[in-house]
Structures are given as C-alpha cells and as structure tokens.
C-alpha cells in the first residue's frame, strides 16, 4: 500500500489532500519566538491529522528572515567537519576546506547537489541503524533551542535535542518509506523543519500495508511526529517547484541573534544570493529527535550491553 501510493505520487502531480484536520488552539505564548525567527506562537496556525493521531502541521511560523537563517546554518555552517556527511566516503572536499566554500569558490554546481545529509550530535549509523556514544558530535545550541522551543510551546516539556538528520533534496531526490525507531526514547516527539521547494510528504501506519495520507510540506512548515504518529511509516516521493517568497517577503526586520555573521548574510541580499540560488532548486529538511530517556546520562556502548 505504502510502495504503491509513493510510486503514484512520484509519477503524477496530485495535489495531496489534507481535508481531515483539526485545528489546536495553543494556550502558550512564547516571548522569545523573534529569537528564532519565528512568529509570535499566538499566531501559529496548528492541525492535527484527524487520521493520525499526534501528527501534528504547524503552518510556517517562520519570518522570511527567520527562514533565511536556518537555511544559511545549514548549507554554511552545519555541513563543516567535524560533522558527518554523505561526502565524507566520497573524498571530494579536500582536507583543511569546507564543502560550502569549495562549491562557492569554483561555482561547482555538481559539488553542490551532491551533499545529501549531515548528521548533527548522535550520529545515526545507516548501515547498522544505531546511535552509538562514541559517534556523537557537538549538537548545535541554536538548533536545540528552537527544537525545545517549539516542543514547549506545543506542550511536549523538557525535550532535548540531541540528534538531527538534515537532509538536503534536489528536485529528482526521494526518500522512501521508513519508520525512525532508533531513538531509545520513543515517546519524545520528533521534529521535521522544512525550507526551500516543496515536498509531498506521505504519512502511513504502523506497517506499510496501511494506507498512507498526503500532504504538502512548504517551505516553514514544521511537522511534529508524537505519540501514535511517532513510529508510523514516512517518505517523500516527490519535490515540486515553488515560488521563493517564502523566504523573500521582507514585512519585518527586528531578528537579532548571537550569531551576528548569519544575520548578516540574511539581510543583505548580495550575500543572501548564492543560499537564494539554491534553494530555487532544492529542498532542506530538518529531523530533530532526542535520543535518550530522560534523566539517561549517556548511551551504553554495545560492549556495555553484553556484560
Ligand atoms: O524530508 C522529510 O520531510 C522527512 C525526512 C525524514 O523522514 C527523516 O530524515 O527521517
Ligand atoms: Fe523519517
């Protein structure tokens, strides 16, 4: 069911429906949301997928700023080493440079499509699908805080990030179903942030026999996967084009932020160009999830586990 709705999907341009919502009324309000680059929360237009429980769609909160600067985090600044990427097999990026300057440097467009993710704090073994102690990175602050931030005010206390997977798409890229299970809390929630052009997003059961819902993540959205939702099967079949003014519209500019570089290259339209020319043409999606239980110092090593 889920392989043949991601096939029909991937082939057509549906429009995806999602008419079964319902609307959350939050009663937090959050001062510190400029901080992030977010809205005020009062503002916040957040559904829950009546078919998926714990779903739950915040419609862009982000200011076009805002959007910006986790965009310039995550191609600038997020895929530097020590970080681990898929390039990292690959050799292409040479010792003592960065993949973001190397692509700017000689405008290597191919370079540039071929980053396809980082991982930030635990880092998410593919192969063996375990978050291991000693393959953990320095997790980033901003990124931790915005993820609590958004936890808190949804009502889901104390989260800690402690592991991202950020995905770079192109406009051909897919991800195919998958449940994320190796968190070994599997009752905090785990929180997608998406920015640049647009996905179908499927969202199904437990087991890829159940039919799965469509939608569309734009540019802002976040999605927060909880309670039942939180270890359905997930993918995205298909990136479509969008406009850019998400991140163009320029209403408000009062954003200030430790990382004053950043903030810089978001309000100056020379420096923003070379994030806006690739966004035009891919996808940033962001999957924070905490990974251990609450009040869990570290993780046991697998030779912990055997004695
Ligand atoms: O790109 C997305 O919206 C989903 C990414 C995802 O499911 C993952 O990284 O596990
Ligand atoms: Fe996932």
Redesign the pocket.
């Known amino acids: 069911m889920f392989k043949d709705c991601f096939k029909y999907y991937k082939s057509k341009n549906p429009p995806p429906d999602l008419e079964k919502v319902r609307r959350i009324n939050l009663e937090k309000t959050g001062n510190s949301a400029s901080n992030f680059g977010l809205n005020p929360v009062k503002t916040w237009e957040v559904y829950e997928l009546v078919d998926h429980p714990g779903l739950i769609f915040i419609k862009n909160p982000f200011t076009s700023i805002g959007q910006r600067y986790w965009v310039v985090r995550c191609l600038q600044d997020y895929s530097k080493r020590p970080n681990k990427t898929n390039l990292d097999a690959l050799n292409l990026v040479p010792e003592g440079k960065e993949w973001w300057e190397v692509c700017q440097n000689n405008n290597n467009k191919i370079l540039m499509n071929k980053l396809r993710w980082v991982t930030l704090g635990y880092h998410h073994d593919w192969e063996s699908k375990v978050y291991a102690e000693e393959n953990k990175g320095e997790f980033p602050k901003d990124l931790a805080e915005l993820s609590r931030f958004i936890a808190e005010s949804l009502n889901f206390l104390h989260f800690n990030a402690e592991a991202a997977?950020v995905?770079y798409y192109h406009m051909d890229s897919t991800?195919s179903g998958?449940t994320?299970h190796s968190e070994h809390n599997l009752k905090a929630p785990l929180i997608?942030l998406?920015f640049g052009q647009t996905?179908i997003?499927l969202l199904g059961g437990k087991t890829k026999d159940d039919e799965p819902s469509a939608m569309f993540?734009r540019s802002g959205d976040i999605v927060v996967m909880s309670e039942e939702s939180r270890l359905c099967y997930?993918g995205?079949p298909k990136i479509l084009q969008m406009d850019s003014r998400f991140w163009n519209c320029f209403e408000e500019n009062d954003f200030t932020n430790d990382c004053k570089n950043v903030v810089n290259i978001c309000k100056e339209e020379t420096l923003w160009k070379p994030f806006g020319d690739y966004l035009n043409n891919s996808r940033i999606?962001i999957?924070v999830r905490q990974v251990l239980q609450r009040g869990q110092k570290r993780l046991c090593s697998e030779s912990d586990e055997k004695t």
Request: proline share 0%.
């Open positions: 997977i995905n991800l998958h994320d997608s998406s996905a997003f993540l997930h995205v999606n999957n």
